[in-house]
């Protein structure tokens, strides 16, 4: 059985570390007593403080209900590592099986919300829903992140990016231009 | 002086070909006579046909207001060969400078919206404001792409996704796994 990555505390006004590069996501939930994840790449940024996150969870999931009546979920960040689990995931329904058993993947208690942390995820951040706004109109949700648990190693994980039509793109060289920029812009 | 990339039309409902990876785009807008570009990381799909985009342009930015009034804009994707161009162009305001002149940049007709193509960059995509019912409370608009144009090569141009911190990620190595998913599901 493979060691879970050990996570630590980050604050939850740098999720754009994370996020914002664009990232293959793994969302969790739980609701009457299921838990539930999906794969998703629909998602942006939307402001440091509070910590708020968007993300276009669609109705045709099963996800999207229990996230809606729960009003919580859990983002988690899977690497190159979860790959095959990342495809399988997003190819199957809650409705069908208990994606946790099915792909062995290790569900933890998260401090703030009852929807579960995935485990064997490079991070995972506990969000509570802050605007249903456009949840009827574009199934838009916007998240607040209350909570971020991240592991300190690898400093840049690598992460999954997709194109559509079955391809990925991993994230790749590091490239820093922070003498460039203004102080108050970084 | 550089050779632009050579661009053709591209399906509409396709572009999260490009921009659901995550990467850095740049924004251009005219607006009352004047062009101006911003940089942006924090955008998301929302829809594949009508081919719906979400960008979170913050109102601190003076290409907030010129897109708010025209209702247009443009989303050109910047590959790693324009590096310091979005370091920079994300480092000043179009209140100051003309950013086109300035950073030696080639202003394109577009074939359906006043703003500007970015002749530099690998595709841009034609956008008119769709929705605008965030954009009071989260500066968050919903542009639908009308038209979109794309270089043919490279096929995964080199782009840049930002981490903050004068940090980028760049894009790296592609990976199938076409032959896992359902076909409804790619």
Redesign the interface.
Known sequence: MAKLPEKTDFPVS?V???L????IVLVSSRWQGAANIMTL???????FSPS?V?L?ISDGNHSHRMIRESRECVINLPT?AL??TV??I??TSGRDIDKFAEFDLTAEDADTVDAPLIGECHASFECRLH?D??VE??S?F?FEVVKAHVAASPR?P?T???????????????????????PG??
């Not at 914002?20 to 990232?23: A, L, R």
């Not at 790449?41 to 402001?47: F, N, Q, R, S």
């Open positions: 740098q754009r570390r994370y914002e590069p664009g990232p790449g629909w998602h942006t940024i939307l402001e708020l968007g276009m190159t790959t095959d495809v399988g997003g190819n605007d706004a456009l109109t574009y838009f916007i840049h690598e999954l990016h997709y194109t559509g039509d079955g391809v990925f793109m991993v994230s790749g060289r590091i490239l820093s231009r922070r003498s460039l920029f203004r812009m970084l």
